[in-house]
């Protein structure tokens, strides 16, 4: 059974940094692709960034770009997402998410789709003050 379970959130000032934890059980990253979403109050889920450690690729939300850092650990299978230079637009609940890519995937395509992911984390609150 494929679980996810995040940690790492909680309140922090504008320009602090958080390192957010997605642990991963029952699938192995050679075959799964991991992705992190935010979902702010009355908004959409929006996808933050995702690795896939099999192919060595990386995505980033514009808005993310040179400030947040993905990045996984084979030994503990799990993944990280390292946040700095943290904003109030960066409040949100963060969740990972994972899919399968052993056989090809929209992960590919659209690595940024919440459709494209099957398993999810319960979520971790991050809050920026100003």
């Known amino acids: 059974e494929v679980q996810l379970v995040e940690s790492g959130g909680g309140l922090v000032q504008a320009g602090g940094s958080l390192r957010l934890s997605c642990a991963a059980s029952g699938f192995t990253f050679d075959d799964y692709a991991v992705g992190w979403f935010r979902q702010a109050p009355g908004k959409g889920r929006e996808g933050v960034s995702a690795?896939?450690?099999?192919?060595?690729?990386?995505y980033y939300l514009g808005s993310v770009k040179g400030r947040f850092t993905i990045s996984g650990d084979d030994a503990k299978n799990t993944v990280y997402l390292q946040m700095n230079s943290l904003k109030p637009e960066d409040t949100a609940v963060y969740y990972c998410a994972a899919v399968s890519v052993r056989y090809g995937s929209t992960w590919y395509i659209r690595p940024d789709w919440p459709s494209t992911y099957d398993y999810w984390g319960q979520g971790t609150q991050v809050t920026v003050s100003s």
């Open positions: 690795i896939s450690i099999r192919d060595d690729e990386l």
